[in-house]
């Protein structure tokens, strides 16, 4: 079935760093990629997404490109704030599923 | 912010109680989810509904049921709880089932069965 691996954490950087967070995943047909970031006592919020192969997702300094011939989805930003603390999931969801399959989630701390 | 609330939002029960789970929402979407989140394990699907009274099993579905007789309302029941059901409790919802189209997550229930 369809499944996302990503990097484990926690993933410790100091403000201003470049951030890499790994996603791989396995999946039949063209499904739609997804980060999620969850700040703390907080739910899971749409931090951005691709649709298509080649696609660049991006919002608030974070981008991501949905690479299929590497079935990759990495997560980069090019300098981190303590406020990006939190912890990022990502997630696909397929042709024909209902429910998105997570990866298991990195915690990320930025310190000042 | 998508309209989703969640109640409660923290429970502390016992081993062998019942539990019920609101979600609510005030965006007419038709679909909702219930999700567990649990270290190590990311977020889980339980049960989903397509409709009112259109429910169906996720992943991890065993030792619990769902209804949903209003289209903004989707409610988790744990008939028996166990500590295995010790967890923090996510609903979601979306317009379609779509690929490209996301889900929007309530703010989450941390269950705590003792």
């Known amino acids: 079935g369809d499944s996302v691996t990503q990097m484990e954490g926690p993933v410790t950087l100091s403000e201003e760093a470049f951030l890499t967070i790994n996603c791989t995943y396995t999946?039949?047909?063209?499904?739609?990629l997804f980060w999620y970031v969850q700040y703390p006592g907080e739910g899971l919020q749409l931090l951005l997404k691709?649709?298509?192969?080649?696609d660049k997702g991006s919002n608030k300094g974070f981008e991501a490109t949905y690479r299929k011939e590497t079935t990759s989805f990495h997560l980069e930003k090019g300098s981190v704030q303590v406020s990006d603390s939190a912890v990022y999931f990502c997630?696909?969801?397929?042709?024909?599923?209902?429910?998105?399959?997570f990866g298991k989630g990195t915690t990320l701390s930025v310190s000042s | 912010d998508a309209g989703i609330t969640q109640s409660p939002r923290h429970k502390v029960t016992e081993t062998g109680t019942p539990v019920t789970l609101r979600c609510h929402q005030t965006?007419?979407?038709?679909?909702m989810y219930w999700y567990r989140q649990d270290p190590g394990h990311g977020l889980r699907l339980i049960h989903y509904?397509?409709?009112?009274?259109?429910?169906d099993k996720g992943e991890v579905s065993d030792g619990y049921s769902v209804s949903r007789s209003k289209t903004e309302d989707f409610l988790l029941t744990l008939e028996s709880a166990t500590s295995s059901q010790t967890s923090v409790y996510f609903c979601a919802i979306s317009e379609s089932t779509d690929s490209y189209n996301e889900q929007f997550f309530g703010p989450g229930t941390r269950l705590t069965v003792l």
């Open positions: 509904s397509y409709g009112v009274k259109d429910t």
């Open positions: 965006e007419n979407h038709r679909y």
């Open positions: 997630a696909l969801r397929g042709q024909a599923g209902t429910a998105l399959i």
């Open positions: 999946a039949t047909g063209y499904p739609s």
């Open positions: 691709a649709t298509k192969a080649d």
